[in-house]
Structures are given as structure tokens and as C-alpha cells.
């Protein structure tokens, strides 16, 4: 019998890990609308998003009238379906690179705007990651970082993201490595509540 029940398990990890792109995929599309609409992109902006996942924000910058897009994540497997979508809808001067958010393969000043939508909470290194968003952002660039709302307490899924006081502690973390206009807003995404830090580099 335990050998039994041991052999179901697989194709239920199996289903899991298939779906979770697809869920990724539709539970983002309200998300990467909100942010490019906040970020307010023109055609002078080249985007960097940091944790794409399957490149949903990344192809709604290009729509929004960004230049050019690059997405960048851990996974190998996450980055295939996002070139697959990618080149299935047929958007144009955009890019997947492979890499983290500490050790961004971006050359310094080259982005205009950086943003990360609900991918923080996974950072390995927050003050690590913050530096190399202002390292990749040119003067007056601005950053975008998305979390979902979470209450003090909350566990399993529902801690994944920043409750009041870690967004406060976000912005101060921006302000003390040189941005400036530091901003921390929560917005309604559907039925779900979200908090944005933004700030701007100064002007050269």
C-alpha cells in the first residue's frame, strides 16, 4: 500500500508544476497593465524587469510604448515560456536573460526604468538587489517595485509579499542609496490589494 500511495504523488507535482506558468500567466496581466500605466513609458524608455517570470509585463511595456523591454529570471524553464508566448504574439525588441536580481546581467545606466512585480519578497539579498537596480538606471530613472498587501501574522501564500512597515523600510532602503522621491502607495488590482514603492534617481 505505501508504495501505492507514493506513486500518486508524482503526477500531482508534475500537474502542479505545469500549471503554475499558466496561473502566473493569467494572475499577471492586471498587475503588469497597473505598472506600465504607473510608469508612464514612452518610446525613450528602455524597461528592465527584474523576476518576469513568463514575460507577461514585459510584453505589455513594448505595448505601452517602451523602446525596448529585457525581462530577467532565475529560471531557465520560466524564461523558454516567456520567448514562447513572446514569439507567438509576435512582440518585437524584447529580450530574456538568465540571472538574479543581486547580479543583474544589465550594463550600468542603460535602463531608464526598472521594475519587479512581486519578485522582491524572493530576493536573496534585498540591499544587494537595490544596488544593482541603481547601478542598471540611468539619471533620472525611475524604479517600480509591486507587492501584494499582507497583513502582520499572515502565513503560507498569503505572507508572500510586504506589510506596511516592510514597505516603509523598502523606501527608506531606496532614500539611504541615493533615490530620491520615494513614494509608497497601495493599489487595487481586481479583487486584490498591492503596495508600490517607487523612486527616481537624480537628475545627472
Known amino acids: 500500500m505505501p508504495a501505492e500511495r507514493h506513486h500518486h504523488h508524482h503526477p500531482q507535482g508534475r500537474v502542479f508544476e505545469a500549471v503554475l506558468p499558466v496561473w502566473m500567466l493569467f494572475g499577471r496581466?492586471?498587475?503588469?497593465?497597473?505598472?506600465?500605466?504607473?510608469?508612464?513609458l514612452t518610446a525613450a524608455d528602455v524597461v528592465v524587469d527584474v523576476g518576469c517570470g513568463p514575460g507577461t509585463a514585459v510584453r505589455q511595456a513594448r505595448r505601452a510604448g517602451a523602446?525596448?523591454?529585457?525581462?530577467?529570471?532565475?529560471?531557465?524553464?520560466?524564461?523558454?515560456?516567456?520567448?514562447?508566448?513572446?514569439?507567438?504574439?509576435?512582440?518585437?525588441?524584447?529580450?530574456?536573460?538568465?540571472?538574479?536580481?543581486?547580479?543583474l546581467p544589465v550594463d550600468a545606466g542603460s535602463a531608464s526604468v526598472v521594475w519587479a512585480i512581486q519578485s522582491v519578497h524572493h530576493w536573496e539579498d534585498l540591499d544587494l538587489g537595490l544596488q544593482e537596480v541603481r547601478r542598471v538606471l540611468g539619471p533620472a530613472g525611475q524604479v517600480l517595485l509591486m507587492e501584494r498587501f499582507v497583513v502582520p501574522g499572515a502565513r503560507g501564500l498569503a505572507a508572500h509579499g510586504l506589510t506596511e512597515h516592510h514597505a516603509e523600510e523598502l523606501g527608506a532602503q531606496l532614500a539611504q542609496i541615493g533615490f530620491s522621491e520615494v513614494t509608497n502607495q497601495t493599489v487595487r488590482v481586481g479583487r486584490r490589494t498591492f503596495v508600490v514603492i517607487t523612486a527616481v534617481v537624480p537628475p545627472a
Open 29 to 40: 496581466g492586471g498587475m503588469a497593465r497597473r505598472i506600465a500605466q504607473m510608469a508612464d
Open 67 to 103: 523602446s525596448r523591454v529585457v525581462g530577467i529570471d532565475p529560471s531557465a524553464r520560466m524564461l523558454r515560456l516567456a520567448r514562447w508566448i513572446t514569439s507567438l504574439q509576435r512582440v518585437r525588441d524584447v529580450s530574456f536573460l538568465e540571472g538574479a536580481a543581486e547580479h
